[in-house]
Structure formats: structure tokens, C-alpha cells
């Protein structure tokens, strides 16, 4: 729908436009050409929607194209990939619900500050 900049959503709303979509499409390009791994991913998987990004290599290296998200190269390989996932809803569910045990599993709050807590020795 935008984001907050374009709209003005509220955090509460963006993410309730996310949980309620069926796909969620995200842009990894950032200023000067770089490619990010971007929060919206995170975001995305950890509510069980179905991510469709653009093929890079900072996704990927966190995650599993056509495992736990969609990758697409062009216009037209989106479009085919989105037509084909919007038909055939038991493959959408089976990726969505792959990204979002793998981002539960691996990037969950709790995985992450038991992370943090494990390299500054300290027990929980």
C-alpha cells in the first residue's frame, strides 16, 4: 500500500495489511545501487505471508529462494509467479509456511537475544 513515508500508516496498520495479504512483494535495493536484506522480510515471513523478492544475493544468503520465499529476476517472471501463486493456494500456504517456521526457528525475538546473551557469556 505504500509504507509509512507514501501514506502515513501507523506501524499497527502496515503490519495489519501484511498479516491480512495473501502475497507481499519487497524491493532489496537501497541508495547507490546496494542491495539489503531489509526488515520488511522479516516482517513478512514472521507473519506467515507468502514473500515474493527480487532475486539477490543478501536475501539469500539468510534464506531459500522457492523454500521459504519467492524469488523473481523480471517484470515478467513476477507476474507469471504471482498468477501462478495466487491459483494455487496450496503452494502459497506450503512456502509461506515454510518462511515462517524458518524465521520462527531462527529469528524469533527469543533466538535472537539468546544469541546476543550466548556471545556475551551471560546465562538467561
Not at 515474493?52 to 517472471?77: G, L, M, V, W
Amino acid at each position: 500500500d505504500g509504507g509509512q513515508r507514501e501514506r502515513g500508516l501507523s506501524i499497527e496498520k502496515c503490519a495489519k495489511f501484511i498479516r491480512e495479504s495473501k502475497i507481499s512483494l519487497n524491493f532489496p535495493e537501497l541508495y547507490g545501487g546496494f542491495e539489503q536484506c531489509k526488515g520488511r522480510v522479516y516482517e513478512i515471513l514472521a507473519s506467515n505471508t507468502l514473500l515474493f523478492e527480487r532475486q539477490n544475493k543478501a536475501t539469500s544468503k539468510r534464506f531459500k529462494p522457492n523454500e521459504h520465499y519467492i524469488e523473481f529476476c523480471n517484470i515478467s517472471d513476477l507476474k507469471e509467479k504471482y498468477g501462478y501463486f495466487l491459483r494455487n493456494s496450496k503452494d502459497r500456504l506450503e512456502i509461506s509456511n515454510n518462511g515462517y517456521e524458518f524465521y520462527k526457528n531462527n529469528y524469533s525475538s527469543e533466538k535472537c537475544w539468546k544469541k546476543i546473551f550466548e556471545k556475551l557469556k551471560y546465562e538467561i
